[in-house]
């Protein structure tokens, strides 16, 4: 018994040892033992504003303060509360980066945690990351900002959904990048956007992308706004389903059709 039970264990050794390289989770690391903090719970809550260590570059702007918005927006300069998405780009002008901008309700299930980093290990697997995707840019991360919705409930939830999405705030000083991760999507809609209680389904869905507070720099993740975007944990620019990477520096959208002010993917059918 106790012999086969060791010849059992070394087996499995050496099966491990055959495939050093499991598949790199989706989402990087978080949490309280990461040193990330957590945002209120609040309705439509958001961070303090946070200043930034390091000046990040969003559309040839520099900013230099971000806030972590509870309703999936990761925002610079000023908050969003606002809880039902409108497509992009914002006749306002707002600068922010959605991951999933929608009624999240952090008081009902889930928590949303952020911190800015220049931890070397984190870095290296970021750098590893945006040069297995961009080969022609050379990049070295130097500083990366990390929010993550973590089982996070909609508005006027009477079900258990949770949605688990995260976004990555990465520079290298001159070139930046934001990556998009998402884990688990559940739920597309708040009841007060229209969506069914039940199910978090229905009325006006969630929508992902970034508006670069200019008219014609923008993008919107295809499936935003409709139902499709439930479907986001299987679509990728990058080869990695539920990974969607951009360089934000200057304009630039690699891997999926540029959009141009009047063919905006709210527009369109993604079924
Ligand atoms: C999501 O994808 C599945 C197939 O992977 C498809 O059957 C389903 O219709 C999609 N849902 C929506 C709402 O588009």
Redesign the pocket.
């Known amino acids: 018994m106790k012999s086969s039970f060791v010849f059992f264990f070394l087996m499995s050794e050496i099966v491990t040892n055959i495939h050093p390289t499991p598949q790199a989770p989706l989402l990087y690391p978080y949490g309280l033992d990461q040193g990330d903090r957590k945002n209120p719970k609040l309705d439509d809550g958001t961070s303090k504003r946070l200043p930034l260590s390091v000046p990040f570059t969003f559309y040839g702007k520099e900013y230099r303060t971000l806030y972590v918005n509870n309703n999936g927006v990761i925002s610079f300069d000023t908050q969003v509360k606002q809880y039902t998405p409108d497509p992009f780009p914002l006749a306002d002008g707002r600068a922010f980066v959605a991951p999933y901008w929608g009624d999240v309700h952090n008081v009902l299930g889930g928590e949303i945690y952020y911190r800015q980093t220049t931890d070397p290990e984190l870095l290296q697997l970021i750098t590893h990351n945006i040069n297995q995707y961009f080969p022609a840019i050379p990049f070295t991360a130097t500083w990366a900002f990390v929010a993550t919705w973590d089982h996070v409930a909609y508005y006027d939830s009477k079900s258990n959904k949770g949605n688990t999405f995260q976004a990555a705030l990465t520079t290298s000083t001159d070139t930046s990048f934001v990556i998009l991760n998402y884990k688990d999507i559940q739920w597309t809609t708040g009841v007060a956007s229209g969506g069914d209680p039940k199910t978090g389904l229905g009325g006006t869905p969630a929508h992902a992308g970034f508006n670069s507070g200019d008219e014609t720099n923008y993008y919107n993740i295809p499936?935003s706004r409709t139902?499709?975007v439930?479907?986001i944990t299987?679509t990728s620019n990058v080869n990695v389903p539920g990974r969607w990477v951009f360089q934000v520096d200057d304009f630039k959208v690699t891997g999926v059709p540029t959009e141009t002010p009047n063919s905006a993917a709210d527009k369109r059918c993604w079924?």
Request: aromatic share 0%; proline share 0%.
């Open positions: 499936g139902e499709a439930i479907n299987k079924l």
